[in-house]
């Protein structure tokens, strides 16, 4: 799945490689949204949600009033996407619905922001020492990865009723089973970062919190 998300400077500075690729795993699938229109012309249609993924490509339909369906062109001649905004163009007006299939990344710089400089907060009350999220030290760079992972899926789980399925580091899970994953996902991890803390309160580079 292509790395789609959107990362300011100071999150791409602190991140790890690891942290990123973990990240640029996550996935939500919408299957059968109508979208809006944004304009009267019939050209412009804006979707639910934003950050697009190109892979796999959006499946764009017209739905005429008797029902009858026709699936458009991806080659370019029938619309274009604007993956960021989730706003397609299409070449023709039309009075059709315009339905469309399409994955997209729930992560945005607003929402990372949020779930970064509380993974860092987390992580330094654990080990009972100061963490600067803007410099971030090597050796605490794991754990803080590990908890805003943990983070990134809880919040997943808050919207999943209104998702058809969610693809987390290449493992696709259904609707049905999003919860139960998930929370198994968040489980596993947080037993590996339990693991990082207990190493971290005994081997540490920088004084305790005061």
Known sequence: ??????????????????????????????????LRPKTAAGTVY??????WLPEPQPRIRRIAPTGAETVLLTDGTAYTVDYAAGVITLVSPTTDLVRADYFFSPLNDTLLERLMAASVSEVSVLIARPIDPLDIHPAYRAA????LYTNVLKNLLIEARNYF????????????????????MIKENETQLQAELNWLRHFNTTKRLE
Do not use: Q, W
């Not at 804006?46 to 950050?51: G, P």
């Not at 290449?170 to 198994?184: E, Q, T």
């Open 144 to 147: 803080v990865c590990k908890r």
């Open 1 to 34: 799945m292509a790395d789609t998300i959107y990362l300011s400077p100071s999150l791409t500075s602190v991140l790890t490689p690891e942290c990123k690729a973990l990240l640029s795993g996550l996935g939500v699938e919408i299957l059968d949204e109508d």
């Open 46 to 51: 804006v979707a639910r949600y934003r950050n």
């Open 165 to 184: 399925a969610v693809s987390v580091a290449g493992r696709s899970i259904s609707k049905d089973h999003i919860p139960s994953n998930i929370d198994l």
